[in-house]
């Protein structure tokens, strides 16, 4: 089975649209959502919709629950919160309730799925070390974590040394952002995992950032928001 793993959309319709149109080309079974499919961006309602419309599997991010519930939002940034609040006053009321009714966490076909930490889930710690991935190791059973929320694409093997994916080894895979990446990279970024070959693919892909970006200026969010979309930070 063919499984894409995408993360990070931020309300970013443009690079989802590009995503979904790679991973129809790339023959995938099976597509799973880490979360933050909203925050920052312009489009909000309709990144959810189309996630629905693609996938059952959707767990739940931190800007998406700050988001929905604005008490969440305490530790953001002044502009993640203003990007909340706008989303917040935008959402449609079908979506609010989607959002409430997300997992922190999935098991699916022998592979476990986070939006941040299989370490309380809930907190949104960060794994953006070869000492945080250790830590984080022992909180799941599986051969495979998949994660998503730093917006930086890698992976890390409990042996520390291995650079790839491969059976018999336990790892943590960072797929990227599709819509906010920070790894100075301004492309896209998600990834496709194939349980019969055992191999992960990390996939970059140019979008039409352009578009994303004016309609974050004309929704009157932050601009910065709008200018790190062309430089992946």
Not at 75 to 81: G, V
Not at 98 to 117: E, K, P, Q
Not at 120 to 142: G, K, R, V
Not at 189 to 198: A, K, V
């Amino acid at each position: 089975m063919r499984i894409a793993i995408i993360s990070d959309i931020h309300s970013n319709l443009e690079a989802l649209e590009k995503s979904l149109e790679l991973i129809k080309e790339k023959s995938v079974d099976e597509i799973l959502c880490l979360g933050d499919i909203i925050g920052y961006g312009a489009n909000p309602n309709e990144c959810i919709d189309l996630v629905r419309q693609t996938t059952p599997y959707v767990l739940l991010g931190n800007h998406d629950e700050a988001a929905a519930e604005l008490s969440k939002t305490e530790y953001f940034n002044p502009f993640a919160r203003m990007a909340a609040e706008w989303t917040n006053r935008e959402l449609t009321d079908e979506n609010r309730h989607f959002i409430h009714g997300l997992r922190f966490t999935l098991s699916h076909d022998n592979l476990f799925f986070v939006h941040a930490s299989p370490h309380e889930p809930e907190e949104w710690h960060y794994i953006l070390s070869p000492a945080d991935a250790q830590f984080n190791f022992q909180y799941f059973l599986q051969p495979i974590c998949f994660v998503g929320h730093s917006h930086v694409p890698g992976l890390f093997c409990e042996d520390i040394w291995t650079q790839e994916v491969v059976p018999e080894k336990k790892f943590i895979v960072n797929v990227g952002s599709i819509g906010q990446p920070r790894d100075n990279d301004w492309r896209l970024s998600f990834g496709i995992f194939d349980t019969e070959e055992w191999r992960y693919e990390n996939i970059r892909a140019e979008y039409d950032v352009t578009s994303a970006a004016a309609k974050i200026r004309k929704a009157g969010l932050p601009k910065p928001l709008a200018e790190r979309l062309f430089v992946g930070r």
